[in-house]
Nanobody
C-alpha cells in the first residue's frame, strides 16, 4: 500500500504561483509513475503532469510552460510548481501513483492505483 498526502494548496490571484507537495509513505516500488491530477466543479478529473521512476515527464497541453513536476526521492516527495496561474486552474488537485515503468502521455486517471485526498487551489481574477 502507498499513502499519499498533498499540501500547498491555497488562494492566489491570477499570475501568481503555488507549489504543491505530495508526501508518499508505505511500500515503495522501483518502477512507477507519479502524477498530479485536478478536478474542477462539474468537470471530470484530468491529468496535469506526470513523472516516472526514470525522471521522464509529461504535461497536459494546458499547463505546459507554466507547471513543473519534480520529485525528491530522498524525501519521498513529489512537487508541482505552478506559475502564471489562471482562474481556469482552479480545482482540487490530487497526487496519484501507478505501478509501472512509464506514465501514459495523456495521464488517464483510471490507470492510477493510489490517490491522495487532494488539496484545493483557487485562482481569482
Amino acid at each position: 500500500q502507498v499513502q499519499l498526502v498533498e499540501s500547498g494548496g491555497g488562494s492566489v490571484q491570477a499570475g501568481g504561483s503555488l507549489r504543491l507537495s505530495c508526501a508518499a509513505s508505505g511500500y515503495f516500488y522501483s518502477m512507477y509513475c507519479m502524477g498530479w491530477f485536478r478536478q474542477a466543479p462539474g468537470k471530470e478529473r484530468e491529468g496535469v503532469a506526470g513523472i516516472d521512476s526514470r525522471g521522464r515527464t509529461t504535461y497536459a497541453d494546458s499547463v505546459k510552460g507554466r507547471f513543473t513536476i519534480s520529485q525528491d526521492n530522498a524525501k519521498n516527495t513529489l512537487y508541482l510548481q505552478m506559475n502564471s496561474l489562471k482562474p481556469e486552474d482552479t480545482a482540487m488537485y490530487y497526487c496519484a501513483s501507478d505501478v509501472g515503468d512509464y506514465c501514459y502521455t495523456s495521464l488517464p486517471p483510471q490507470y492510477m492505483d493510489y490517490w491522495g485526498k487532494g488539496t484545493l487551489v483557487t485562482i481569482s481574477s
